[in-house]
């Protein structure tokens, strides 16, 4: 049995995000000591280190609970599974391809030498620009 900030040692998951985890029931609460701390079994720091896998991963918390949902229904395919990572990796994908962007961006406007005032920095030209252009204020 552990208690939480062991779990939390263990999982590399912090305290209030444990607590987190089992008030929207991704990770069941555990047993109470008599003196009201959490008791938690190996079986819950299983759980959490793949909680804390799959974020790091980019998983919303739906798919993660669609996640462990279906590793405990015995009927469901295995592709539904896959379904879900596959449209992960699209996500992430296409988050890699907005960076890419962002970077060449941020090259190309950070290659202006200014050597005036703050006021007649390109930069700042450059930024103000662009907004004008996608119609931002």
């Given at each position: 049995?552990?208690?939480?900030g ?38 819950n ?76 920095c390109?930069?700042i ?13």
């Amino acid at each position: 049995m552990f208690l939480i900030g062991e779990m939390a040692r263990r999982s590399g998951v912090k305290v209030p995000t444990i607590r987190y985890y089992e008030k929207i029931a991704l990770l069941e609460s555990p047993r109470r000591s008599q003196g009201n701390q959490r008791l938690y079994r190996q079986q819950n720091l299983e759980r959490l280190s793949f909680i804390r896998h799959a974020r790091e991963l980019g998983f919303p918390l739906e798919d993660i609970r669609a996640l462990i949902d279906l590793t405990f229904a015995d009927s469901a395919p295995c592709r539904q599974i896959h379904d879900i990572a596959l449209a992960q990796l699209q996500a992430v994908s296409q988050r890699i391809t907005k960076l890419q962007k962002l970077q060449q961006e941020l090259k190309r406007i950070t290659t202006v030498s200014d050597q005036g005032q703050a006021r007649q920095c390109q930069l700042i030209q450059a930024l103000a620009e662009h907004n004008l252009c996608k119609g931002e204020h």
